[in-house]
Each structure stands twice: as C-alpha cells, then as structure tokens.
C-alpha cells in the first residue's frame, strides 16, 4: 500500500512555495521602485532660484563650446580637437525656474542676460 503524504507536509510544501513566489515577484518590484524613486526624487527636490542658460549639443562631438567671461558674456570658443568634419553648433537655452521650462534662444539674446 502506497502511504499518502500527511496534510502537515503538503501545507509545508505550498508554504514554501508561496515564499519561493513572493521572493520571485519582489526582487524585481523592488528594483524597479528603486529606479522610479532615483528618477523623481531629485527632481521633486530640485529647486533652482534663479533663472539660468544651458547648451546642448545634439551630436556627440559641437564644435564649439560656450564660456562665460569675468565681465558676464558669453564668448563662443572653438572646442574642436579633431577631424571630424559633421560637427554640429550647440544650441542654447534659457530656463524660466517658474514655469519650469526651458526654450531655445540665439547667442545675442544669452549675452543680453547677466
């Protein structure tokens, strides 16, 4: 005669193996929480005072960068240090810190600002 497994042993089993699941769904929910809270928390924290000028290039490599004199002017300088001939011109923007949003802007506008 074959012996039955006690109910003891079996709730066991399905005890384990309810752990064995929860194990299996939390690793991944905890990264992907993780990685939600290291994007929105620094932005939910940053508050800039003041109003500023960015540039961004969108190609890997501009050919020139941009370099605020003691005076407070903006003066282009040439940043090309290879042979790479498709270089692009960054473009420069201005963010407004109460509206939270940035727009694009020609050189002579950003050497208006101080």
Partial sequence: MIAKPSSTAAAQKITSVKK?????????ASIILLVILILV???LLAHPGYDFLYSNCSTYECSKSFLVGSDGR???ID??????????RPDIYYHDTQKNSSRRIEFTEANSYK
């Fill in 41 to 43: 928390v620094p932005s």
């Fill in 20 to 28: 064995e699941f929860l194990i299996f769904i939390s690793i991944p």
């Fill in 74 to 76: 903006i003066k282009a």
């Fill in 79 to 88: 940043a090309s240090s290879s042979s790479y001939d498709n270089q692009a």
